[in-house]
């Protein structure tokens, strides 16, 4: 009976896992790369490690967490997730990623002399000053998270995109990963994984862009995107405001705890934009 017993949980948990047989008939999961939460949770303190070593620069930071957060990504959509593919999302991240990491550091030294300031007495209004300092740090915290979440590398040009199956044909503009047989080339942004005969969907990207990102922004449309998606969902702005603030006091407590917190920080960053939000009738 206990041999049975174990068998039956190793069982339940190789099908939780996706590793061993399903034992029950269900919709696929959401996340399907999330349901193994310790295996989550090891990758999380991994993306942690490896944001902290490659900021330790700070300008390289926005590149960092862009690359971490890419990874996670792939990881909770069960895809492919080697770490050679952080290091490459590094390396594209990193041109555009220094100029808006030389940006923030510097908007940043600003505020933090801005309250400072106040904080010394030597400003008339010091508390109001002081105020503006903490929303204004807080801005540019969130506003690196949205960045980073919506940053993705930009298309070579001459060379269409990857994964556009065996035979296919370049096509004009971006072009759509894994089109299925018989797809026709569109022009602009086409779906990907349409499979036969599928048209495409106007305002949807290509595949494996992952959960609330854009296919081939770069720096400079992922910045430009900051504002309207704080606008069009000031929850998430919300909740990455927390994101910002949880990790700022974490390190300050504990300076080695921004290990965690920037794990923690690029997984909200993939969660957020994903979460399921309430729809008005």
């Known amino acids: 009976m206990a041999i049975d017993r174990r068998e039956a949980r190793a069982a339940k948990r190789a099908d939780l896992s996706g590793s061993g047989p399903t034992l029950h008939e269900r919709p696929p999961a959401r996340f399907p790369g999330a349901t193994a939460r310790f295996a989550l949770l090891g990758e999380v303190l991994l993306i942690g490690l490896l944001v902290t070593l490659v900021s330790l620069p700070l300008v390289t930071f926005p590149a960092a967490l862009a690359a971490g957060i890419r990874h996670l990504r792939r990881y909770i959509a069960a895809e492919a997730s080697p770490l050679f593919a952080f290091w490459r999302d590094l390396r594209a991240a990193l041109a555009g990623g220094l100029v808006v990491g030389v940006i923030a550091l510097v ?24 105020i503006f300092g903490w929303v204004g740090l807080a801005a540019v915290g969130v506003s690196l998270l949205a960045a980073a979440g919506a940053w993705s590398p930009e298309p070579h040009k001459g060379r269409a995109s990857a994964s556009r199956g065996f035979g296919a044909e ?31 969907h106007k305002g949807r990207a290509s595949a494996s862009r992952g959960f609330g990102a854009e296919p081939h922004t770069g720096w400079r449309g992922a910045v430009r995107s900051v504002p309207r998606t704080l606008r069009g969902d000031i929850p998430g702005t919300l909740y990455f405001a927390a994101t ?20 923690c920080a690029a997984l909200a960053a993939v969660a957020i934009p994903a979460r399921a939000r309430r729809t008005r009738a």
């Open 107 to 130: 908007l940043t030294a600003i505020l933090l002399l801005d309250v400072d300031l106040a904080d010394s007495g030597l400003l008339p209004g010091g508390a109001a000053i002081a």
């Open 244 to 263: 910002a603030v949880f990790v700022v006091v974490l390190t300050w407590a504990l300076p080695p705890l921004i290990i965690p917190a920037l794990g």
């Open 170 to 200: 370049p096509q004009t503009g971006r072009a759509s990963a894994s089109r299925g047989f018989g797809a026709e080339p569109h022009t602009g942004r086409a779906s990907a994984s349409r499979g036969f005969g599928a048209e495409p």
